[in-house]
């Protein structure tokens, strides 16, 4: 299973970004998928999450600026990026929770994408 992340950049503080994050490979069903970052000398923070049902979960600091979605059919997320401030400037990193065919049946595995760089300046 891979994520292919993209929409990262470099924006001026109050525009707006859209990451994508497409899963392939032998996935059986994609449970959660979300939105990490990681700022220079801080730790991986949760962004965003949403289920395969559609609930959303954010952090603090991005509500009501950042929205996720999902389209299942295609087996991406998407992250909408608003009123974008430098704090938010960090390596983003997608994550997905994917049901996977194995020998015995299926299981479940966490899988990152590659992160890409979001630059926020003032």
């Known amino acids: 299973v891979q994520l292919v992340e993209s929409g990262g950049g470099l924006v001026q503080a109050g525009g707006s970004l859209r990451l994508s994050c497409a899963a392939s490979?032998?996935?059986?069903?994609?449970?959660?998928m979300g939105w990490y970052r990681q700022a220079a000398g801080n730790q991986r923070e949760l962004v965003a999450n949403?289920?395969?049902?559609?609930?959303?979960n954010y952090a603090d600091s991005v509500k009501g600026r950042f929205t996720i979605s999902r389209d299942n059919a295609k087996n991406t997320a998407y992250l909408q990026m608003n009123s974008l401030k430098p704090e938010d400037t960090a390596i983003y990193y997608c994550?997905?929770?994917?049901?996977?065919?194995?020998?015995?049946?299926?299981?479940?595995?966490?899988?990152w994408g590659q992160g890409t760089q979001i630059t926020v300046y003032s």
């Open positions: 490979g032998r996935i059986v069903d994609i449970n959660a």
């Open positions: 949403i289920t395969a049902g559609g609930s959303t």
């Open positions: 994550n997905a929770v994917v049901v996977v065919v194995t020998i015995e049946g299926s299981t479940e595995y966490n899988y």
